[in-house]
């Protein structure tokens, strides 16, 4: 049975962005909302709309049942979960499989196998994919207070089933364990429902390497390059970029060797990002996670590369092959996204809900902006703050970044607070031009910004 009706699971700019897909596709959209998101533009934009639940994501978003119910009430062929809620939650995509429904993006196995980061660190070692050196889970203070010394400080405590930056804790010396285990392992059971935490070693020089892969249900995994993902604050990416930047070829093609060897090795079907941290002082990279999904920052590589990523998507779970051999991915310029959310950078990232009483976003060659807001929008104070993904192109990296700075400086919004300045005041950094960064440098930054 061919996909004729998708049921999109999520909101905001992601929601839009699969509506859009389904329609060039020539496939009706029907958007889940809750009443929070009743007159959003996805609501308006989707050939339908049906409310799942109250504006809480506990309540509405996050509950596999009302998904479930939305997508056979709806009849809907299929279901995309953008990312995010329950995007790298293998119980929707196990429902989906049960009620006959298909669902876009990998398989329930597959899912499971990688969102455990201490599993995906142990099978892609299987591969001889090089992984940070670390430990297994850490059953005890005692026990992480040995694992430690013997990896040798500074460490990084991290939650087993963690993700989004939260349950991490840099360790710079033995007196600081404790308390930073009580934190993570805290942190973790609340955000995840699981305490598990192991330990890796620090980088503390690093760049944040990701690649795009692509895989079908024959068995052909392609990758679509990768990005650069080096600047983030609390373990969040403010800023990315494709194709990365100051790096050796020879340790890109490497890098991009072994996340198609990673996919293949476990029949990986659908769109994924395979990351990775290289460490600046020895050049060696290592593995780091996968996320079974579309990426926040998926539009730098369509935009260097014309591959419509949602779309492939889509055709994948309908059980077609790729659209691509590896020989057809071609890489054109360079292209940069900045993420601007709803928080105000001079009261520390403190989140600004609230009416939006000007948007005027840019507009002009080598410009695309992903948004879902408007005049008149009520940006609501239950989810995730991202307002617009702000991109350029350029013929080469130096033309992006004019282009960047050009539209952000051209990005008009008023009646909350954005990171529109923030922004503006990275990139204009003599280290970003230059591509000395690391996963570090924007905290380094915050305290010389002056809005």
């Not at 939650?159 to 934190?183: C, D, H, N, P």
């Not at 942190?187 to 760049?207: H, M």
């Not at 055709?315 to 092959?321: K, L, V």
């Amino acid at each position: 049975m061919s996909i004729a009706r998708v049921l999109v699971a999520n909101r905001g700019e992601i929601a839009l962005r699969v509506i859009k897909a389904c329609r060039e596709l020539g496939i009706e959209s029907v958007i889940a909302v809750s009443e929070a998101d009743r007159e959003s533009l996805p609501a308006r934009t989707a050939d339908r709309a049906v409310c799942i639940g109250p504006p809480r994501s506990s309540e509405s978003y996050l509950k596999v049942e009302a998904i479930i119910a939305a997508a056979l009430g709806t009849k809907s062929d299929a279901v995309h979960p953008g990312y995010g809620f329950l995007a790298e939650k293998p119980e929707l995509a196990e429902a989906c499989e049960k009620h006959g429904v298909k669902f876009i993006g990998p398989k329930p196995d597959s899912i499971r196998q990688m969102g455990n980061k201490l599993a995906a660190r142990a099978l892609v070692s299987e591969y001889r994919i090089p992984v940070v050196p670390g430990s297994p889970n850490v059953g005890s203070l005692k026990e992480g207070f040995a694992l430690a010394e013997s990896i040798g400080f500074p460490v990084l405590l991290k939650a087993a089933a963690g993700g989004g930056g939260r349950g991490i804790k840099i360790v710079t010396e033995a007196s600081e364990l404790q308390r930073a285990f009580e934190m993570a392992t805290a942190e973790a059971k609340a955000a995840f429902g699981d305490a598990t935490l192991y330990i890796e070693r620090y980088l503390p020089n690093a760049r944040h390497i990701e690649v795009q892969i692509l895989g079908d249900q024959s068995g052909n995994v392609i990758h679509v390059g990768e990005r650069d993902c080096s600047l983030q604050r609390r373990y969040q990416k403010v800023v990315e970029e494709a194709l990365a930047y100051s790096i050796p070829e020879q340790v890109r093609k490497k890098i991009r060797t072994a996340a198609v060897t990673a996919a293949k090795n476990i029949r990986y079907e659908n769109a994924g990002t395979i990351e990775f941290i290289l460490d600046q002082e020895s050049g060696k990279f290592y593995f780091l996670e996968m996320n079974t999904r579309i990426q926040v920052e998926h539009p730098v590589t369509e935009m260097i590369t014309g591959v419509d990523l949602v779309q492939e998507q889509i055709s994948i779970a309908n059980g077609q092959r790729l659209s691509y051999k590896q020989s057809d991915i071609r890489f054109s310029g360079h292209a940069i996204e900045c993420r601007i959310t709803a928080e105000s950078p001079r009261d520390g990232f403190r989140p600004s809900p609230g009416v939006i009483t000007e948007w005027h976003p840019p507009e002009g060659e080598g410009i695309r902006v992903d948004s879902h807001c408007f005049e008149g929008y009520f940006v609501p104070p239950f989810y995730d703050s991202l307002l617009a993904k702000l991109i350029t192109h350029g013929a080469d990296r130096h033309e992006a970044m004019k282009r960047m700075g050009e539209a952000l400086e051209s990005f008009r919004v008023n009646g909350i607070a954005t990171t529109i300045p923030f922004l503006g005041f990275l990139l204009h950094q003599q280290d970003y031009i230059s591509g000395k960064v690391n996963t570090r440098w924007v905290e380094r930054k915050l305290e010389q910004f002056v809005p």
